[in-house]
């Protein structure tokens, strides 16, 4: 069954009432009528019949008509009132209007109440829609956890919720207009005001981490303000509608990770250094103190050959199975320490000392290799070092997993930076292997390259090999020439 529509009709007439009464019929509004004669009765029908419009005759009354008008609407709120009578008079319907009339018919263009009346209720319907979602609004910003503010199309502060007070410490009136930027903390109010500004101008949404500093109780906080713009119907720009919300504990956590991070980095940049100083002194006494301690051993073994020259065979053959030993040890502890830390990576150069590796690891693998150098690059030990190693595990992993027959490497200084390139034509490292925990190798790599503000850059493709780019700024240590 249709919503009949409660009306109250205020008429002493019966024609004016029979009147009505056919219009309504004509127009096809299903409606429940209620009607009396007098203004005295209004309070009683309001509380027993709740109208939801009422026409009013205000002839009927002795008041001066904007009077009764008045007097009606402060009893009904809301409701709206439609004047119908047959007197026209302009002044007196515009004092009724501004007194707080809906509408006015005149009876003697009756045809007009059906659309008026519905005209009326639209109206009220949008009203209380609009009350209700101001009410929601409202019930909204007083509970939320963060703060809500509405801006004009110019930028200026038009209303604050509580939340958004106890955040930043200003009062309403405080952050009225642009008083809202006192709010944030001196370091950051003029790249947050540029930022705002821009926004406006070009009617962009707006997000923005920045520190709040809230005078009240000397306290710093940091939030996460957003705010999107609002546009009329017309594509013009109506304001904004923001929040501001406290993630100080967050940021907290951020910086204190990012410390951490920064502590292990530095850490794991000083075991580095620690180890390469150990397997440069290892290297070098393998090399001094062992290698000169065989070659002494080996020539005490000629000397004694010699002078035995004319003794059993016996005692021959073991001199000389004892001095092809000593030969294999010499080889040996001379491999030991190049691998330890390769002589030629100090005394030649980075350049010199992949070309070396490069060959040696050809010769063990069977796999080519080639190595193009743009020009002479000259860099500090510790860069030169991390170079290596990181060369070093990228050939180690081309031994492992790559499956390929040629590997060229590429060393060229770009700007103020020098770039490694390695590049294999084997069965490419797939996505799931770049992101396995277990990939400790490229991990080291990439912490190698971090230490010195540097990038490690690893991807391939199924079939098409895998290419690892090595990117570290350098520090000019010689001047140009």
């Known amino acids: 069954m249709a919503h009949q529509t409660r009306i109250l009709l205020i008429e002493n007439k019966q024609e004016s009432i029979d009147l009505f009464t056919a219009e309504m019929r004509r127009s096809g509004i299903a409606h429940e009528l209620r009607v009396i004669s007098a203004f005295d009765q209004v309070p009683e029908v309001l509380e027993e019949f709740s109208p939801e419009i009422i026409i009013v005759d205000y002839t009927i009354a002795e008041l001066k008509p904007s009077d009764t008008i008045s007097i009606l609407k402060n009893m009904i709120a809301t409701t709206p009132l439609i004047i119908y009578s047959a007197v026209l008079n302009e002044e007196t319907v515009v004092e009724c209007m501004r007194s707080g009339a809906t509408d006015y018919v005149f009876k003697q263009h009756s045809a007009r109440l059906g659309s008026a009346i519905e005209s009326a209720i639209d109206k009220r319907r949008v009203q209380e829609e609009l009350r209700l979602s101001k009410e929601r609004f409202n019930t909204l910003a007083k509970v939320s956890t963060v703060g809500i503010f509405l801006a004009s199309a110019d930028g200026f502060y038009l209303y604050v919720n509580e939340r958004w007070s106890d955040i930043t410490g200003l009062t309403y009136d405080q952050a009225f207009g642009d008083g809202f930027l006192n709010a944030v903390h001196s370091h950051d109010r003029k790249r947050i005001r540029t930022e705002w500004h821009r926004c406006v101008r070009e009617r962009t949404p707006f997000q923005s981490e920045y520190r709040i500093y809230r005078e009240t109780d000397k306290t710093e906080l940091w939030v996460m303000g ?58 070098r006494e393998i090399h001094d103190d062992l290698g000169q301690a065989l070659t002494g051993l080996k020539m005490d073994l000629a000397w004694m050959n010699n002078k035995l020259a004319s003794t059993d065979e016996a005692i021959q053959k073991r001199i000389r199975s004892m001095m092809d030993l000593a030969d294999a040890t010499i080889h040996k502890v001379r491999k030991l320490a190049t691998d330890l830390r390769p002589g030629i990576l100090d005394d030649i150069g980075l350049a010199a000392a992949i070309e070396w590796q490069g060959k040696d690891f050809s010769e063990r693998t069977g796999i080519d290799f080639t190595f193009h150098l743009d020009e002479a690059i000259q860099m500090d030990e510790k860069r030169s070092t991390a170079f290596f190693r990181i060369f070093q595990e990228s050939l180690t992993n081309v031994i492992r997993h790559a499956q390929a027959k040629n590997v060229a490497i590429t060393l060229r200084k770009e700007g103020a930076s020098v770039l490694l390139t390695i590049e294999d034509d084997g069965r490419g490292i797939a996505p799931h292997e770049l992101a396995n925990p277990r990939s400790v190798g490229i991990l080291g790599m990439k912490e190698r390259a971090a230490s010195f503000n540097g990038e490690v850059l690893v991807t391939g493709a199924h079939g098409k090999g895998t290419s690892v780019r090595v990117r570290i700024p350098l520090i000019e240590t010689f001047p140009s020439a």
């Open 226 to 283: 957003q705010a999107l713009p609002e546009v009329n119907p017309d594509g013009s720009l109506a304001g904004f509608v923001g929040t501001i919300t406290d993630i100080t504990e967050r940021m907290h956590a951020e910086i204190e990770i990012d410390s951490s991070r920064k502590q292990l980095r530095a850490l794991t940049v000083r075991l580095q250094n620690i180890r390469e100083e150990e397997r440069t002194h290892i290297a």
